[in-house]
């Protein structure tokens, strides 16, 4: 009963470097989501997919780059990473977009960016 | 737009009670609520529907405002394990497939 997985848990890397974040869900959801959470901020979505091969940008997708080349799978990649990307990110899904459909979030990376 | 919580944090004591507000601007389909210990992943803890009754889970329930576009999650007789800080998710007219989450209300709960 895994849900949501989130690879890698931690991460440092140095500015420039790049890297990609992978989120599986094994619940068969069609929607999946990218968040960064800051201090103070709440939750931001970066990205989201409502399904296999499709991607969408949401509030904060500026330096972030992702695919859903399989349902199960939403990858978040960082081209040339940014001090300012220092931050959790959680991924999340769920089966539709219906109002009544809660999120499942995974249990982040925490990411940080010398 | 991100809806406005309130308050930013809350200290109790066991077995006193708190409520937490959530409003929004726009009109919304649903609103959503989370709870988050430091350190995890946003836990779910109930959806409240446009249209729909007020939820209840264990000694928490919440409540939606349609004309004022505001939610309120109710602690009652709150207990250690209510700690951590609860988020409002809204769905509203034009982000429909996109959960907008508050900044989020501390809650600490002390014995």
């Known amino acids: 009963n895994a849900g949501v997985t989130q690879t890698p848990k931690f991460r440092v890397l140095k500015t420039g470097q790049s890297m990609t974040l992978l989120c599986a869900q094994d619940m068969n959801h069609e929607y999946m989501y990218w968040y960064r959470q800051d201090p103070g901020m709440g939750l931001r979505l970066i990205h989201y997919s409502v399904g296999e091969g499709t991607t969408a940008k949401g509030e904060v997708p500026d330096g972030y780059n992702v695919s859903r080349l399989k349902k199960q799978n939403f990858l978040l990649g960082l081209e040339s990473a940014a001090p300012s990307q220092t931050s959790v990110y959680f991924c999340?899904?769920?089966?539709?977009?219906?109002?009544?459909?809660?999120?499942?979030f995974g249990d982040g990376t925490r990411l940080s960016i010398l | 737009q991100q809806p406005v919580q309130s308050p930013q944090a809350v200290i109790l004591r066991e077995g006193e009670d708190a409520v937490i507000n959530c409003s929004s601007s726009k009109a919304l389909y649903s609103v959503h609520w989370y709870r988050q210990k430091h350190g995890e992943a946003p836990v779910f803890l109930m959806i409240?529907?446009?249209?729909?009754e007020q939820k209840g889970h264990e000694k928490i329930s919440a409540s939606f405002n349609e004309k004022k576009q505001q939610s309120s999650l109710y602690l009652t007789a709150s207990q250690l394990s209510y700690s951590g800080t609860y988020f409002c998710?809204?769905?509203?007219?034009?982000?429909?497939?996109?959960?907008?989450f508050g900044s989020g209300t501390q809650l600490t709960v002390l014995p």
């Open positions: 409240l529907l446009k249209g729909g």
């Open positions: 999340a899904s769920t089966r539709t977009a219906y109002s009544n459909q809660p999120q499942h």
């Open positions: 998710g809204t769905l509203s007219s034009g982000s429909a497939r996109q959960l907008t």
